[in-house]
């Protein structure tokens, strides 16, 4: 629901005038009094209880909040609900008119389409508008029809395969069949469409976002404007007396040992004393409805006293740098080490020795659901949290201490995930479900904003990595030497484990006798990182992979040869000093020559003035977008 | 003016939870109608876990995938299977099931072979039928044998599986350390064109060989292949979150940008099925490791195209064009090169 709010001047806190809406959803006439700031998300979500089309971002951005207003179709988050007064609308819910799901639906289930699902309502819409308007787009054309919508799993192939598979069905060039399983294969190594995927292609799969309880109240959190800042006092006297509100929360009301962490726990779940990022949770709220509990969060006052932050990890380390937690002397959350041979002797033998820097990006997980949960206290007792985590199991430990329960009085289910890569393993805001679940005896349901989950959850780790290593001149390794510093953020989250693992992983699938390697995650004042897919290793992979190219381009050899020459085979030894039996590190790469073809030689070989490069161009690759793309052949621009 | 080339990069990673005792539990009962009931902590967040599961108790159990019931995840109503991440689902959940599965078998097979009087290892199971080897006569559905057993036997048929891959710590001082028991390879080639006017790189194709184990559903491995590598192109030429002094400038779609199906290439992928020879079921997995050799591909693809190396991810087309614009400082004549000065 919108955060924007007209002029609350004239009338009571969190109450909004109504505005009564008539019009056509899925083949039925509905008249409804709705609060006049909704959009037609809410009104078909919130009003209606449609739920199959989701909200993903709030701004137009996403697309899985696409729906038709008489037949055109739209972003749902864009429109004010007044747009649809006697309008026409269609959500995903009923797109087939109760005859089972429409060609397109089934096309989507039969190609993988959907993973998370979350986009894939939208996506659906988008794809049916797409072959109502035109009926034989090619797979260019496809792209463009979805160029409006995101997915953060698929990598769209498959989505594009399933709207190539339903158009040449529905203009009968293949026959209806084409959509079926086919039964014949065993089931072992068979392509089984995905026994939740006629959920996600409906939209009948109920995310937390989407779940309702009878007399549920709705939290709204109040987040730290300062990265780092103490709190001196925080006043809710205002919030509190407001008719509706049920609970305040700050950590004062947390019953039990108050931090948790995947590695290290040092995060409560309300800031206590201190804010160390911002977006940090400081005070939430849970009233009758949204829009109150909104209101009522901004009456909360918090007095703080600003505090210089250290931003930069480099800085962090240094003496006299602000100290963000106690037990972490010099910010320093992590400092795994490797230390394989003598490396400085490696070195010594070396012929060359390349050195460069490399930097990685914090990066957004991105996936289409945003964070939301739903709270509840069963008649024994027990509080139990849904929501979409990607470890209910360390959350029911960290939990049950936090509120200071029996750990079989605490009950975590995980909802069905909208995309997680790791962004949904910390338990950043079921503890404030859970307490506020048991301080008002009914359910809590709370949703983020795209805004706060981008400015609250954990992020990829940035790493800057200086790298060191020495070659003999016929390519091989002789030392490889790796200091990666990260930037952790406010909280440890999983920064231990991603340290390790970029450790372990980082100087990659190469023989080598001399490693060396440190890999320190530091506490700054910025969003906290956490996990993410290649937890560390994407990072310290990238410049292992980089780094040996502008070896290769030294060494004038071609890189797949340099790569050849280094790789573990069977019986390798490890950097971890582990021996691995079976590698298959030299099929990989002669599959994948085999698959792509490759010119041998150096790279850029153009670029120092050589013959350029035989295997580019080649089928396989996709058309580059290029200005006049729509053009007729003679048209002029 | 653009310019092509092409790049390459390997790549590895461990199997499931790193240097720490992982570990997944399964409870499994034959129920009526021949179906199967699962209870284990699985957790899907997309990659298709759960049809994945059902496969190989389908396998196991002599069924059709959805025969399978799997159970939600649920701390009170399910036994632990941990987390999900780690690269570890089909590994430690699917070995699980599988074990489960066999020991539910193994009652069920020794149960039939007392009512035909027939050694149990006679007996197959498969497509919801059970039948003994070379006979005619003794062979009945699933679901009659299922009501068989109870109503005449007063037998439920359960097992339990559970699956542990034990890992050690690291040394603190040199790392010295068995993270994992099974470790994956891969290797990717990426083809990019960069405009040599604005700096954007397109990238067109990406080739991708990955060692997975055993495949239990091809379809779901290229799709994590193909969103992982879709991913990568993300990381490497557009994705960044920024903050300055701790105030986020990135807060939404708008301004931090991911790939849509306007950037993504073709990608083509070749699994290697070579079975894990440490597990029962032989598998291993994807979700992770398809991620890591497609931006340093895509990097070292821009460095053949037009010689320019990026150091600092993502390579955006204000990087490239940098880039590209010193390389033409040094290379061409004076006058041109004070005209570049101003350009930038």
Not at chain 1, 27 to 34: I, K, L, Q, T
Not at chain 2, 19 to 46: F, P, Q, S, Y
Not at chain 2, 323 to 340: A, D, M, S, T, Y
């Amino acid at each position: 629901m919108s955060k924007l709010h007209s002029s609350m001047s004239d009338k009571k806190i969190g109450e909004h005038p109504l505005v009564e809406i008539t019009a056509t959803v899925n083949g039925r006439m509905v008249s409804r009094s709705v609060p006049n700031h909704y959009r037609l998300i809410d009104f078909v979500r919130e009003e209606l209880h449609l739920t199959g089309n989701k909200e993903g971002c709030g701004a137009g951005e996403c697309g899985t909040c696409s729906m038709f207003v008489d037949g055109v179709l739209v972003k749902s988050c864009l429109m004010p609900v007044q747009k649809i007064m006697n309008a026409t609308v269609e959500t995903v819910d009923d797109l087939d008119r109760d005859a089972g799901r429409t060609v397109l639906q089934q096309a989507f289930h039969k190609c993988g389409s959907s993973q998370c699902g979350y986009c894939i309502p939208g996506m659906v819409m988008a794809a049916t508008s797409l072959l109502r308007k035109m009926p034989n787009p090619d797979r260019e054309q496809i792209k463009e029809g979805l160029g409006g919508n995101i997915c953060r799993c698929t990598g769209y192939q498959k989505i594009i395969d399933a709207v190539e598979l339903a158009r040449d069905v529905i203009n009968k060039k293949i026959p209806d069949s084409s959509l079926e399983e086919n039964l014949l294969e065993p089931v072992m190594g068979a392509r089984t469409p995905r026994l939740d995927a006629p959920g996600k292609v409906t939209g009948s799969v109920k995310y937390a976002a989407d779940m309702v309880l009878p007399n549920m109240l709705h939290m709204s959190v109040l987040r730290s404007p300062h990265a780092y800042a103490k709190i001196v006092s925080i006043d809710a006297s205002a919030a509190l007396v407001i008719p509706g509100v049920e609970v305040v929360l700050t950590s004062a009301d947390v019953p039990g040992i108050d931090n948790f962490g995947v590695f290290i726990e040092d995060q409560p779940i309300m800031a206590r004393d201190y804010v160390r990022y911002t977006g940090e949770a400081v005070a939430a709220v849970a009233a009758e409805t949204l829009d109150l509990a909104i209101a009522a969060t901004k009456l909360i006052k918090v007095e703080y006293e600003v505090l210089d932050g250290v931003f930069d990890p480099h800085l962090a380390i240094k003496d006299g740098a602000p100290q963000l937690h106690d037990f972490a002397k010099n910010n320093i959350t992590k400092h795994t080490k490797i230390r394989k041979g003598d490396v400085e002797e490696g070195f010594k033998q070396a012929d060359l020795i390349v050195e460069e820097t490399y930097q990685t990006a914090k990066i957004e997980h991105a996936y289409l659901e945003p964070e939301a949960g739903l709270a509840y206290v069963e008649s024994d007792g027990c509080v139990t949290v849904h929501s979409p985590s990607q470890n209910i199991t360390h959350h029911r430990h960290a939990l049950a201490k936090i509120l200071g329960r029996p750990i079989n009085k605490v009950r975590m289910i995980m909802s069905t995930v909208g995309g997680g890569f790791g962004g949904k393993e910390d338990m950043i805001y079921q503890g404030m479900l859970a307490l506020a679940a048991i301080k008002s005896r009914r359910p809590v349901r709370y949703v983020f904003t795209r805004e706060e989950s981008f400015i609250a959850s954990a992020k990829r780790h940035p790493f800057s990595i200086q790298y060191k290593m020495g070659l003999k001149k016929n390519g091989k390794i002789v030392a490889t030497k790796m200091v990666m510093i990260s930037d952790g953020g406010a909280y440890a989250m999983s920064t231990p484990g991603v340290m390790n693992k970029s450790a372990i992983l980082g100087p990659g699938p190469y023989q080598l006798e001399n490693v060396w390697v440190d890999a320190i995650g530091v506490y700054t004042n910025n969003t906290p990182s956490g996990a993410m897919r290649a937890f560390g290793a994407f990072q310290s992979e990238f410049a292992t992979e980089a780094h040996l190219d502008l070896c290769a381009e030294k060494l004038k050899m071609d890189p797949i040869q340099l790569r050849m020459m280094n790789l573990m085979r069977d019986g390798a030894t490890t950097h971890t000093r582990q021996k691995i039996d079976r590698v298959l590190a030299v099929d990989c790469l002669n599959a994948v020559v085999d698959l792509a073809g490759w010119d041998q030689g150096a790279p850029n070989r153009h670029g120092s003035g050589k013959e350029s490069r035989k295997d580019i161009g080649q089928s396989g690759i996709r058309q580059s977008c290029t200005l006049g793309t729509h053009l007729k052949q003679g048209e002029k621009v | 003016m653009k310019k092509r080339g092409r790049g390459v990069a390997c790549g590895w990673y461990g199997i499931a939870r790193t240097a720490a005792m992982d570990r997944a539990a399964v409870w499994v009962e034959l129920d009526d109608g021949g179906t199967v009931k699962i209870a284990t902590g699985v957790t899907e967040i997309g990659e298709g876990i759960l049809t994945g599961l059902c496969q190989i108790a389908a396998h196991e159990m002599g069924v059709r995938p959805d025969d399978i019931v799997l159970a939600d995840n649920d701390t009170a109503r399910v036994p632990e299977a941990a987390h999900a991440g780690a690269t570890r689902m089909t590994y430690m959940i699917g070995n699980a099931v599988a074990i489960g599965c066999r020991e539910a078998m193994f009652k069920f097979k020794k149960a039939m072979g007392d009512y035909w009087g027939v050694d149990p290892n006679s007996i197959h199971a498969e497509n919801r039928e059970v039948w003994v080897e070379n006979s005619p006569t003794m062979k009945m559905s699933m679901a009659e044998a299922t009501h068989h057993l109870k109503k005449d036997k007063g037998i439920v048929i359960v097992g339990s599986g559970l699956f542990t891959s034990a890992h050690t710590p690291l040394n603190p001082d040199n790392g010295e350390a068995t993270p994992w028991q099974s470790y994956v390879f891969g290797a990717q080639i990426a083809e990019v064109e960069v405009d040599l006017d604005t700096g954007e790189v397109q990238v067109l194709g990406v080739w991708a060989a990955h060692d997975v184990g055993k495949v239990v559903n091809p379809q779901q491995v290229e799709g994590q292949i193909e969103g992982g590598i879709v991913m990568g192109v993300g990381h490497a030429l557009m994705e960044e979150y920024t903050q300055h002094q701790g105030q986020v400038t990135t807060p939404g779609f708008a301004k931090y940008i991911l790939p849509t199906t306007l950037d993504i290439p073709n990608i083509h992928s070749v699994l290697l099925t070579e079975p894990d020879p440490k597990t029962p079921l032989g598998v291993k997995g994807i979700g992770e490791p398809c991620i890591t050799p497609t931006a340093p591909a895509i990097i070292n693809a821009i460095y053949d195209a037009v010689g320019v190396r990026i150091t600092s991810l993502p390579a955006t087309p204000e990087k490239v064009l940098a880039g590209i614009l010193k390389q033409k400082r040094v290379i061409k004549p004076k006058v041109e090169q004070e005209e570049f000065v101003t350009a930038e």
